[in-house]
């Protein structure tokens, strides 16, 4: 399920909810005749990001979605094959694009292991919280599919990308304490993500006060 999602993770900017304005269809687009074939995935899962943020993954169909990228259901289709492998590369490009934060967020205080960690992890908890898949779920609202999408599709995706990150910032770090520091931060930031119990900074505090200890063993002297 992953691989074929994760060949869009180089469009994420295009599509992420942060650069909305590149990738919006505009409003008056004559229906059905199809955008180019480069820009037709990104206009695509474009206005999946709109539809969920307005009505909800559970409430919107393809011929939803069709309509608001001014093509045919069918080109939808043809495209992506069905409903679930749309809403896996939204996902996917979501996630995608907030580990594209934090991994600048890394690499700009890589001299500081603890800042960095710190840094990174508030930063991602700030962001994820206008995420619409975040939002949805949060709020009940039909993100049962969703949260088993951003459970296990986003965490799988968001921890390769991290402990990438880490042995490649700190080569010092060996790949089996990095994949278990990765997939630590990772489930952690989905689950403060989801179930947030204070500020984002607070929490970050707090989970590098945790995991501190452990950095400092795997990264050493850095």
């Known amino acids: 399920m992953t691989g074929a999602a994760r060949t ?10 942060r650069s909305k304005g590149s990738h919006r269809p505009n409003s008056s687009a004559v229906p059905y005749p199809d955008p180019a074939p480069t820009h037709l995935r990104d206009t695509i899962v474009g206005v999946v990001d709109d539809l969920i943020r ?8 393809m011929s939803d979605v069709a309509a608001a990228a001014g093509v045919s259901r069918q080109t939808v289709y043809n495209e992506f094959g069905s409903r679930q492998a749309l809403v896996e590369e939204y996902v996917t490009r979501e996630i995608e694009s907030l580990v594209a934060d934090v991994e600048t ?9 603890h800042a960095a ?3 990174a992890f ?13 939002q949805v779920i949060v709020a009940d609202a039909g993100g049962g599919e969703l949260i088993r999408l951003l459970t296990g599709l986003g965490r799988s995706v968001a921890t390769g990308r991290i402990a990438a990150l880490i042995v490649d910032v700190w080569p010092q770090v060996a790949l089996a304490d990095a994949a278990l520091l990765a ?10 993500a989801l179930l947030p119990t204070s500020d984002s900074q607070e929490t970050a505090a707090a989970v590098t006060r945790v995991l501190g200890p452990f950095v ?5 002297g850095a």
């Open 122 to 134: 508030g930063l991602f908890l700030k962001l994820a919280s206008d995420e619409p898949v975040v």
């Open 117 to 119: 960690l710190q840094a």
């Open 8 to 17: 869009a993770a180089s469009a994420r900017s295009s599509t992420s909810s």
């Open 54 to 61: 307005s009505r909800g993954w559970s409430a919107t169909t």
């Open 105 to 113: 967020q890394v690499r700009t205080g890589s001299h500081d292991p």
């Open 216 to 220: 400092d063993q795997v990264v050493g």
């Open 183 to 192: 997939e630590s931060l990772v489930r952690l930031a989905i689950s403060h």
